[in-house]
């Protein structure tokens, strides 16, 4: 399935549908009006900015800006990335092994990213009272030449690697002080062929059961690996390999299991333990072969077959009605009305102004959003995105990546801007071409409309996204499935020999708010009934009221989104009121699907306190910056000792004018129906938040949008009903557009490409593989 996450900035120009009386304004005269672009913006790219006759080579490129700043937190450069290998590989104690050479004894460096500065410094650079950050890379290597093989996260810097240049250990943004996590997995090149010739001493039943022997499956397991009594505990499935372009293994398992101990890295002392088929345990192969040949096994319906249409997903069953017929599309006429800095990754939008980065654990993050020039956000991103399992059978576990480019016409409309991002793993430096995407679309209602016996007003809903689905952040996942014995408890039978099996999406972002400066405060305005005996009335009234109150310590700082949707929660400076003594604050709310989802499971018999983000829909934290994110990318190596106990984050501290940070959640519950066969729409796998000013203006924003029109009318007039009409300097796009010409051409599709590949050859610094 897809999990789809939209953390919308619906911001100034938040959605409602709601009509609302337009207060008396002294109205732009002059129609028709031509806006001129910021003068920061460079809008001479080529062409004019403004067409009468809509030629597709007449629109000009996207306008370009020049950021304020650096942008400190831009994703490390092949340069700096290559650079920091070949600086790790020159450190002869580290023992490292190339990434493309290693096997399981050998030390091997996985990961390296930016390592993102201090919020402490990056404030002072953008404020001008400090230096430049230094860029710091972390490297998680693995360390595997040992009995006891495990990860570790190091700080490497200052760069470009120089004299100056060193690596320690980094254990400053996790709880357990540590950079090192066991890996209890490092052996799978020779567990794997092992199991399988453990599995295959049975294919005669194999066969007989599943119509081919152990070769023709694919045996995988649980991740993370179960503790059971202090022992390292892997179990396997058998399922189907596919033999088409559709991807659908996950669909395909056969309901036989296989528990083994994989405690040691020693193979003497690994063991079979069991298996498992149609809920019941037979701890030995003897055990199995006696039940088979007493006929007590019984043969179920298997979703064998390995090349099975339904697993597919093209278009199948009748043709609808007129669907054949190109659809209603957008265009942007009038160019892009935004302007970026592809070097340093900035945007603006209107009043919006952004940074952005990518990570190659979390995908895309926003810095220093501002609004109106005032900075509202400092940092905005995933953390972490857990997918819990349940079933009876233990292997319902589990997530793939998967690179995307975006496709032009579908993810994204044709004309938006694509941007490229780059990630760096295994040695290898891949960009991920046109993987983000921003556009301007009509949100398809009014932001705002109101009519009365003598006018209409209406202006158009113009959002601005920014979308990435994402490659490694935001997971792009196949619905993973159960063999169905005896579980409807955790799923619906969803085909023959197919159980959808239950399971939670919990993505948890993390939102470092700062409004009109750091020290601010959350409060919460709840309607409420009441029962009031006013002065003018004999009786009492039942009415309702307003009653607010605030968060002041991390000691209840995990929080529910009230019933009803009765309480805003609201963050404020407390010394920023308006001349009403009002908080100038910005409202957090649940806007889509699974806003404010949580995980079921609490207490997770596999995830153990890693997943401790999971338990609430929204936290609020003081800000720190040793408690950068909610959960450690390696937790899952090692879940019962984490490198990142979220838990350890709430630890009684004041949150009343203090730096604060909101960890919200979004998700979906899922119990995969047959609807999801053979992929999960996005309507129903959808969830969102909206960030709007709230009295922190003295005014609804989008009256300052052009894109809106007043009709006047008299109805006493007869024939010329219309009196007046007003476009408030709005220029309505004429002339002809050549749709042709504005087909995306999908053979021009390339995926992502590798560019710099190690052993680090000073003299052939790239090995352009090419796209993959
Ligand atoms: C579109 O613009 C190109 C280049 O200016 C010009 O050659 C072409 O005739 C124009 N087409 C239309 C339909 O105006
Ligand atoms: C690695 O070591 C070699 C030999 O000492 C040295 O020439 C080179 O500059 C070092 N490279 C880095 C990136 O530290
Ligand atoms: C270095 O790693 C190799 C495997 O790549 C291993 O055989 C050797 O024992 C390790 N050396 C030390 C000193 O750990
Ligand atoms: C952040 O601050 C800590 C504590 O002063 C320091 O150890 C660390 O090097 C700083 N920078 C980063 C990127 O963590
Ligand atoms: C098992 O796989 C082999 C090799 O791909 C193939 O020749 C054989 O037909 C398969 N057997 C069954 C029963 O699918
Ligand atoms: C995106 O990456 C591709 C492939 O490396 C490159 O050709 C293109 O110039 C990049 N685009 C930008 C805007 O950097
Ligand atoms: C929150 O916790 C603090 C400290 O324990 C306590 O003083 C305060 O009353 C609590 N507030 C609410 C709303 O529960
Ligand atoms: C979590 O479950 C384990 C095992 O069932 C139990 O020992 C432990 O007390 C539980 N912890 C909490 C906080 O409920
Ligand atoms: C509407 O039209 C009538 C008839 O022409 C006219 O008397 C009246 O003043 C108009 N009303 C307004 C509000 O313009
Ligand atoms: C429209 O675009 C197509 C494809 O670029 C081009 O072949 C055609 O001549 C264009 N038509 C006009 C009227 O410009």
Not at 249 to 269: A, C, H, N, V, W
Not at 576 to 588: I, P, Q, S, T
Request: charged share 20%.
């Amino acid at each position: 399935m897809r999990a789809s996450v939209v953390a919308a900035l619906g911001a100034a120009l938040a959605t409602t549908a709601f009509a609302s009386p337009v207060a008396k304004q002294p109205y732009m005269k002059d129609r028709f009006k031509k806006q001129p672009a910021p003068k920061s913006w460079n809008t001479d790219v080529s062409g004019s900015q403004y067409h009468s006759s809509l030629n597709l080579t007449d629109i000009p490129d996207t306008p370009t800006v020049k950021a304020p700043h650096k942008n400190i937190w831009a994703t490390l450069s092949t340069d700096e990335a290559a650079g920091v290998v070949a600086f790790l590989h020159n450190q002869t104690e580290l023992n490292l092994t190339a990434a493309a050479d290693a096997g399981s004894w050998d030390n091997l460096i996985t990961v390296i990213d930016l390592l993102v500065p201090n919020k402490t410094e990056s404030l002072a650079y953008m404020a001008g009272t400090g230096p430049e950050p230094e860029r710091y890379a972390y490297a998680s290597i693995m360390h595997n030449s040992l009995e006891e093989p495990y990860l570790e996260d190091y700080m490497v810097g200052p760069l470009p690697v120089s004299d100056k240049t060193t690596y320690s250990p980094y254990g400053f943004r996790t709880t357990t002080g540590s950079s090192r996590i066991r890996n209890y997995d490092a052996d799978s090149d020779r567990t794997s062929p092992w199991m399988e010739e453990v599995a295959s001493e049975c294919d005669d039943i194999i066969t007989e059961l599943l119509g081919a022997p152990t070769a023709n499956f694919s045996l995988w397991g649980i991740d993370p690996l179960w503790r059971e009594d202090g022992r390292i505990i892997n179990w396997v499935g058998f399922w189907g390999i596919p033999d088409s372009v559709f991807d659908g293994g996950t669909l395909l398992p056969q309901g036989l299991y296989m528990k083994f101990d994989i405690t040691t890295r020693d193979p003497s002392e690994w063991k079979f333990l069991g298996w498992l088929h149609n809920y019941v345990f037979y701890p030995t192969t003897e055990a199995f072969r006696d039940a088979w040949d007493k006929g007590l096994i019984e043969k179920t319906p298997r979703n064998a077959g390995m090349d099975q249409p339904w697993i597919g997903t093209d278009r199948k069953g009748e043709e609808l009605p007129f669907d054949n017929l190109p659809p209603p599309r957008q265009i942007a006429p009038g160019g892009h009305r935004f302007a970026v800095d592809d070097d340093e990754q900035y945007v603006e939008w209107m009043d919006f102004s952004f940074y952005y980065s990518f990570r190659r654990d979390s995908g895309i993050r926003l810095w220093d959003i501002k609004y109106k020039g005032e900075k509202i956000v400092h940092e905005l991103g995933l953390n972490e995105a857990l997918a819990h399992y349940a079933g009876n059978d233990p292997v319902q576990s589990g997530f793939g990546p998967y690179a995307f480019e975006l496709v032009s016409g579908f993810d994204c409309p044709t004309y938006a801007k694509y941007a490229n991002v780059t990630y760096h793993s295994h040695e290898i430096s891949t960009i991920h071409r046109r993987s983000v995407c921003f556009y301007e679309h009509d949100v398809g209602y009014p932001m705002q409309r109101h009519t009365n016996g003598q006018y209409t007003a209406v202006t158009k809903n113009i959002a601005f996204s920014m979308k990435s689905v994402s490659t490694i952040g935001n997971y792009d996942y196949n619905i993973q499935s159960a063999y169905v014995a005896k579980n409807g408890e955790y799923g619906y039978q969803i085909h023959d020999g197919l159980s959808g099996s239950m399971h939670d999406h919990v993505l948890n972002w993390k939102m470092d708010v700062d409004i009109l400066g750091t020290a601010n405060t959350v409060g919460f305005h709840t309607v409420e009934p009441k029962t009031v005996k006013y002065d003018w009335s004999p009786v009492e009234r039942n009415t309702m009221h307003v009653v607010r109150s605030e968060l002041t310590n991390e000691a209840n700082s995990t929080l529910h989104w009230g019933e009803n949707g009765k309480t805003m929660v609201l963050i404020y400076n407390k010394e920023e009121k308006n001349k009403y003594g009002e908080d100038r604050a910005w409202r957090l709310m649940p806007h889509i699907g699974g806003a404010g989802m949580y995980s079921t499971i609490q207490n997770s018999s596999n995830s153990g306190p890693a997943m401790n983000f999971a338990k609430a829909p929204l936290y609020v934290t003081q800000h720190h910056d040793s408690e950068f994110v909610s959960a450690h990318p390696q937790s899952s190596y090692d879940p019962f000792n984490p490198l990142i106990d979220f838990a350890e984050y709430l630890n009684d501290e004041n949150l009343e004018q203090e730096d604060l940070v909101l960890w919200f959640n979004l998700g979906m519950h899922h119990v995969p129906h047959t609807g999801d066969l053979a992929n999960t729409v996005h309507q129903t796998a959808h969830a969102g938040m909206i960030f709007s000013p709230h009295n922190y203006l003295y005014n609804q924003p989008s009256q300052q949008s052009s894109q809106m029109v007043r009709i006047n009318y008299n109805t006493s007039t007869g024939d010329s009903f219309v009196t007046e009409m007003l476009q408030f300097g709005s220029v309505p796009a004429t002339g002809l557009y050549n749709l042709t010409a504005d087909n995306p051409n999908y053979w021009e599709y390339e995926g992502s490409a590798n560019i710099r590949k190690l052993p680090y050859d000073p003299l052939n610094p790239y090995d352009e593989t090419g796209p993959r």
